[in-house]
């Protein structure tokens, strides 16, 4: 059974940093893409970063420079490291893989 558990998220002021976590169980980490979408208040679900298999990230415009996106094999856990927090930057992040979906974790930016 796959299951995605986010955790790390919370109030940050503007400028700040958070790091989130996945954590994944049920498949082969190894052998998957995985990605962070997020949802803001009132607007649609959007995709934020993406890693592949073998380590290579991508990440929307919106958050390019500011976020990175990593995965450790030994725990199978997917971050997002997310610096130079901005309040359009609140949101509940989801972690992804295939249609699965974990239940989000909320950041909010705020001073």
């Known amino acids: 059974q796959v299951q995605l558990v986010e955790s790390g998220g919370g109030l940050a002021q503007p400028g700040g940093s958070l790091r989130l976590s996945c954590v994944a169980s049920?498949?082969?980490?190894?052998?998957?893409?995985m990605s962070w979408a997020r949802q803001a208040p009132g607007k649609g679900l959007e995709w934020v970063a993406g890693?592949?298999?073998?380590?290579?990230?991508v990440y929307a415009d919106s958050v390019q420079g500011r976020f990175t996106v990593s995965r450790d094999t030994a725990d199978n856990t997917m971050y997002l490291q997310m610096n130079n927090l901005k309040p359009e930057d609140t949101a509940i992040y989801y972690c992804?893989?295939?249609?699965?979906w974990g239940r989000g974790t909320q950041v909010i930016v705020s001073s």
């Open positions: 992804n893989f295939r249609t699965y």
């Open positions: 049920g498949f082969t980490f190894t052998s998957y893409a």
């Open positions: 890693i592949y298999v073998k380590g290579n990230a």
